[in-house]
Every structure is written in C-alpha cells, then in structure tokens.
C-alpha cells in the first residue's frame, strides 16, 4: 500500500516537468547549471566577474528582461561572449531554464 502511495505522489510532479516552459522546472536547472555565476536570484557572482573580466549583467534586468526566450536559449545553447555554451542542458530543460530567467524579478 505505501508503494502505491509513493508512486501515486509522483505522478503530479511527472505532469508538471512534462509541460513546455515550465519556470518552477527552470529553477533546479538554473540551480545547477547557471546559479555559480550568476548567483541565486540573477545577480551576478561578482568573483566570477572579476575572473573573466567581464562586466556581466543582472538577469532581471532590463536588458535581459527585453531579450526573448529564444534569445536566452541561444545565449545557453551557443555562449555570448565569455559565457561558454552550457551543453549540459537541452530540451525541456533549456524551455524551462529560459522560462525561470524570464521569470526572475527585482
Ligand atoms: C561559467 C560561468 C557561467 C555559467 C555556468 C553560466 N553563465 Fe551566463 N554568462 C556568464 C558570463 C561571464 C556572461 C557575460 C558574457 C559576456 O558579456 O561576455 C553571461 C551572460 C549571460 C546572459 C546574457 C546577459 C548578458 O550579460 O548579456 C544570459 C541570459 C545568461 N548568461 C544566461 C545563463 C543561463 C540561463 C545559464 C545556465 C543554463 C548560464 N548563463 C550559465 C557566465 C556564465
């Protein structure tokens, strides 16, 4: 009976990553994948600034709050830059990671 109940409370979660652009999904991608650089909240980790020598913007702001999620999803897919392409993510990963970016707010 517990099993069932186990596998039962999965399902919802499976329903929700399985949708396109999904920001709640994004999150733990951007967790792993963008959170070193570019901070918890898309403030910019100023060591790594300071590293690559690059002025790096803050993902909420207005600059990047114009770009589109294809924009993002380039700049992940292919780099910008000195920001090396980050070829980890792919797929419904890299909607939902585009989807969080836009998603972040002062
Ligand atoms: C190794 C560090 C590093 C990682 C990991 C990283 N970035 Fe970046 N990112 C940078 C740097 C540095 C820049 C600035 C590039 C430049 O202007 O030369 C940048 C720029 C950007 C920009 C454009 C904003 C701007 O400064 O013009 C976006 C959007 C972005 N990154 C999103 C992401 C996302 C989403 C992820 C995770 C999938 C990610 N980055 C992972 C270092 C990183």
Do not use: F, W
């Not at 399985?18 to 959170?35: E, H, I, L, N, W």
């Amino acid at each position: 009976m517990r099993i069932i109940l186990a596998t039962l409370s999965l399902i919802p979660v499976a329903a929700v990553t399985a949708t396109a652009a999904d920001a709640k999904a994004g999150q733990a991608v951007y967790d792993k994948s963008c959170k070193s650089c570019h901070g918890p909240d898309g403030t910019p980790n100023a060591s790594v600034a300071k590293m690559m020598k690059v002025d790096m913007k803050d993902l909420k702001s207005a600059e990047v709050k114009a770009m589109s999620d294809d924009d993002v999803k380039k700049i992940v897919t292919e780099g910008k830059g000195k920001m090396k392409p980050v070829k980890t993510v792919s797929g419904a990963d890299l909607d939902n990671v585009a989807a969080y970016v836009r998603s972040l707010k002062k």
